[in-house]
C-alpha cells in the first residue's frame, strides 16, 4: 500500500490504478476484468492515490475573543 494516505486503505477497485469510471455509477472498467463494482477487488490491485477523493475537512465553530477570557 501507499503512505501517503496511511496502510489502512482497503483493496477496491475505486482506488486502483487498472480502472477507470463507466457511465453507470457504482462501477469501473478494469483492464483485467472488465465491467466490475467499486468495492470489487482483485489480485492485481495497484493504489493509485490519484483516484481518491478525500473527504471534507469538520467545520469548526467560530469563537469569539470572549470565548478566550477568564
Known sequence: MNELFGNRIQPACRHCESAYPTESEGFRHCYKKGIVKEDFSCRSFRYDPLSRVPRRP?????????????
Not at 469538520?58 to 477568564?70: G, H, N, P, Q, T
Open 58 to 70: 469538520l467545520e469548526l465553530e467560530r469563537l469569539e475573543a470572549e470565548d478566550f477570557s477568564l
